[in-house]
C-alpha cells in the first residue's frame, strides 16, 4: 500500500501572510500520511489488503498493536477524516468528521461522499476534485462544504490516494474547520472598512513612533499622502 505523498510537496504555495502556517500544516499532514502508510503496508502484508477492515478494526496476528494505533490516530484527529472506496463512497468515518458535520458511521456508509456534504451549487468543482483524487492525484484546497442540518462551513481539504500493486483501493479525506478564521478575516475587512470611511484622522504606528498606515482622513486633514 502507498500513498504518493511526495505530491505534497508539489502543492502550490498560496504566497500570503498564511504561508508559514500553511508550511507547518503541510509538513504535519506529510507526517501522518507517512505513519498511515507504514500501518496500511503493515496490514497488507497479513492478508489482502481490504480496506473494510480498518473501518471496523478487526485484525490478527503480530500487527494487532499497529490497528490499535491507527484507530486511535484515526479516531482522535481533531480533523474530519472519511475513508471512501474507489467508488468515492463512505467506508467509515471519524468523531471529527461527526462533529464537523453532523453524520455518524451508520447513516453516511455507503454513500457517495459529495451527496453527503457538497452544496448543490458547489458539485461542479466537488466532483472535478474527486475525479483527480481517484485519478491518483493529492489535492489540497479550501472549499466550501455543508452540514447535515444544511448549514456550511469553510474548510480545508486534503484528499490523497490509496495504492496497492499500483491499484487505487480507495482514498483518505481530511476535512480542517476554517470557520473561525474565516469570521477573523471578515471582521478584519469590516474594521478596515469603517477606518477608511471614518471622518477623523486614524493613524497607526509602531512602538519607536513611526507611521505604519492611515487612513484617507488623515491624508486630506494633514495634506500627506498615504505613502
Known amino acids: 500500500v502507498a500513498f504518493d505523498y511526495d505530491s505534497l510537496a508539489r502543492l502550490p504555495e498560496r504566497g ?3 504561508e508559514d502556517a500553511d508550511a507547518r500544516e503541510l509538513r504535519e499532514l506529510r507526517k501522518r500520511v507517512r505513519h498511515l502508510e507504514r500501518l496500511l503496508a503493515e496490514e497488507a ?5 481490504d480496506l473494510s477492515r480498518l ?17 486511535q490516530l484515526f479516531e482522535n484527529s481533531p480533523d474530519g477524516i472519511v475513508l471512501l472506496d474507489a467508488q468515492d463512497r463512505v467506508i467509515d468515518l471519524n468523531r471529527g468528521f461527526e462533529r464537523l458535520f453532523g453524520y455518524d458511521a451508520v447513516e453516511a456508509r455507503g454513500r457517495p461522499i459529495n451527496e453527503l456534504i457538497v452544496p448543490e451549487a458547489c458539485a461542479e468543482e466537488a466532483s472535478a476534485l474527486s475525479d483527480a483524487v481517484l485519478r491518483g492525484e493529492v489535492v489540497m484546497s479550501e472549499r466550501l462544504r455543508q452540514r447535515k442540518d444544511g448549514s456550511t462551513v469553510y474548510v ?6 490509496i495504492f496497492e500493486d499500483e491499484r487505487l483501493m480507495g482514498l483518505f479525506g481530511i476535512y480542517s474547520d476554517l470557520s473561525f478564521r474565516v469570521s477573523a478575516e471578515r471582521r478584519l475587512r469590516l474594521q478596515s472598512a469603517a477606518m477608511n470611511a471614518a471622518a ?6 509602531d512602538a519607536d513612533g513611526r507611521i505604519e498606515w492611515v487612513n484617507p482622513a488623515f491624508s486630506r486633514l494633514s495634506g500627506y499622502s498615504e505613502d
Do not use: M
Open 156 to 161: 480545508r481539504l486534503l484528499g490523497y490516494p
Open 200 to 205: 477623523n484622522a486614524i493613524v497607526i504606528a
Open 45 to 49: 502484508e497479513l492478508e489482502p489488503f
Open 55 to 71: 473501518a471496523d478494526g478487526s485484525s490478527s496476528g503480530p500487527h494487532t498493536l499497529d490497528n490499535v494505533f491507527f484507530r
Open 16 to 18: 500570503t501572510s498564511d
